[in-house]
């Protein structure tokens, strides 16, 4: 049974045109992503990892990756999903024992309210098309997180939330002050004030990370400021630690046939990622997927904030 569903919703009018990438064995469909970042030691053959940089509670984005996987399964033998935000194995089979019409609307509904991600929707879709009675999930999708750390990033987020007005008020007020002051641009201040506050709304990349890290010193020491830098300080190694832990679980875990190992991360992840794979020589690519509207960070950020006190991280495993 082959149902397209929410997807034909999700990405009506996308032509599946594929643009060769670094070799014969990879292409991407060219309306759903683009390459943003690679390191192939031999084009011939299928990188080791490809990474899907997640948009958070993006409806559009959510049917790329979904897009983007089917194409995977269908063309690069991905069976194994690997997703940030997930603690073992997703168990999917209550989609298995809806009536179609129902699926198809809940699907819709849970994609566009930003609760059911692409990973998720695509497993599901691959289930629909390759149908069996007790089901079978061809295309499984495997979380990667660990309870503790994942708990702790959360609580950082939280303690960061809370110091974060009065600090980018503080920053705001500091700015107006250096520009006032009519000191050459750019200088070092200057820089360090900005990349403090992208900091603070956790917006920083990692080389922009390590620059202000390298020039901390530079700001004032605000007893309004520095424990708001802190926070963010600490919930930026913490993602990092999560980054490592994604690497390590999914190299650790088989791909499943002869396919790359896909990870489907947030955007911080999905570059210190790939720096860490291109230092270790590994091959990868970083998939992008291409949007026409812009995220609500507002919304992504509440749902963080709400997970601190519905998670019970004592029953996760």
């Not at 943003?36 to 080791?48: G, K, N, V």
């Not at 999560?242 to 999914?250: D, I, K, T």
């Amino acid at each position: 049974m082959h149902k397209r569903g929410v997807l034909s919703f999700l990405l009506a009018g996308f032509s599946f045109l594929s643009v060769g990438y670094a070799g014969p064995l990879l292409d991407v469909p060219a309306d759903l992503a683009s390459i943003s970042d690679s390191y192939f030691i031999d084009t011939t053959e299928l990188p080791d990892f490809i990474l899907i940089q997640d948009v958070h509670r993006h409806a559009e984005v959510q049917g790329k990756i979904s897009g983007l996987i089917l194409y995977g399964y269908d063309h690069w033998g991905a069976r194994r999903i690997f997703m940030e935000g997930a603690f073992s194995k997703v168990d999917l089979t209550v989609f298995h024992r809806l009536p179609d019409a129902t699926r198809k609307n809940l699907l819709h509904r849970l994609v566009m309210e930003g609760n059911l991600s692409g990973p998720e929707l695509a497993a599901v879709l691959v289930m629909e098309r390759e149908w069996r009675d007790p089901p079978v999930w061809p295309l499984q999708v495997l979380g990667m997180e660990d309870a503790h750390l994942y708990a702790q990033n959360l609580h950082a987020f939280r303690d960061l939330s809370r110091l974060r007005p009065n600090a980018i008020r503080e920053l705001e007020s500091l700015q107006r002050l250096n520009r006032e002051m009519n000191l050459p641009e750019p200088n070092i201040l200057s820089n360090e004030l900005d990349r403090a506050k992208a900091l603070l709304e956790v917006r920083l990349t990692p080389e922009d990370y390590a620059l202000y890290l390298d020039a901390k010193q530079a700001l004032p020491d605000s007893p309004v400021l520095k424990p708001a830098l802190i926070s963010a300080e600490k919930f930026y190694n913490l993602v990092n630690q999560r980054s490592m832990l994604f690497l390590e679980e999914s190299g650790r875990k088989l791909p499943a046939g002869n396919g790359p190992r896909v990870l489907v991360v947030g955007g911080f992840h999905t570059a210190y990622m790939a720096n860490q794979l291109r230092q270790k020589g590994i091959s990868f690519i970083v998939l992008a997927p291409t949007i026409t509207q812009a995220g609500d960070q507002k919304a992504y950020e509440k749902q963080l904030l709400d997970s601190v006190d519905t998670l019970d991280f004592s029953r996760l495993p």
